[in-house]
């Protein structure tokens, strides 16, 4: 017995062609998300969301790369390359201006202090 034409596929290959379909419309409303979730926060939420946002897919990447030059090289391999490069993105650290007198404030004294200390960064 024939499936009825409405529940009949429009692609031809059966099932996996769907599946195919499925993935293609997928992927692509990810990445209207990915476009549109970043406006989105900075309109609604502030530089500050859309900031706590950017470091979470930087480190999202990182650990998706990391997962991705597995398939082409040695754990031992990969292991020393990604250590190496934490390491020099933390070096970076040093290079912010004030850091050390920023990190011994107390909390209520943290607001605007850069501000405050480098007002000709902020000047618009």
């Given at each position: 017995?024939?499936?009825p ?16 379909a499925?993935d ?53 391999t ?25 990190m ?10 850069y ?10």
């Amino acid at each position: 017995m024939p499936l009825p034409t409405f529940l009949r596929s429009p692609i031809p290959g059966g099932s996996f062609r769907w599946l195919l379909a499925s993935d293609a419309l997928t992927l692509l409303s990810m990445m209207v998300g990915q476009v549109a979730l970043p406006w989105w926060i900075a309109q609604s939420g502030g530089a500050h969301d859309l900031a706590v946002f950017a470091v979470s897919m930087a480190a999202m990447s990182f650990v998706a790369i990391a997962g991705v030059a597995l398939a082409h090289a040695g754990v031992r391999t990969v292991y020393v390359a990604f250590g190496l490069a934490s390491v020099v993105s933390a070096l970076g650290f040093f290079l912010i201006p004030g850091l050390r007198a920023f990190m011994a404030l107390e909390h209520d004294e943290v607001d605007n202090w850069y501000g405050r200390t480098y007002p000709k960064a902020f000047e618009t």
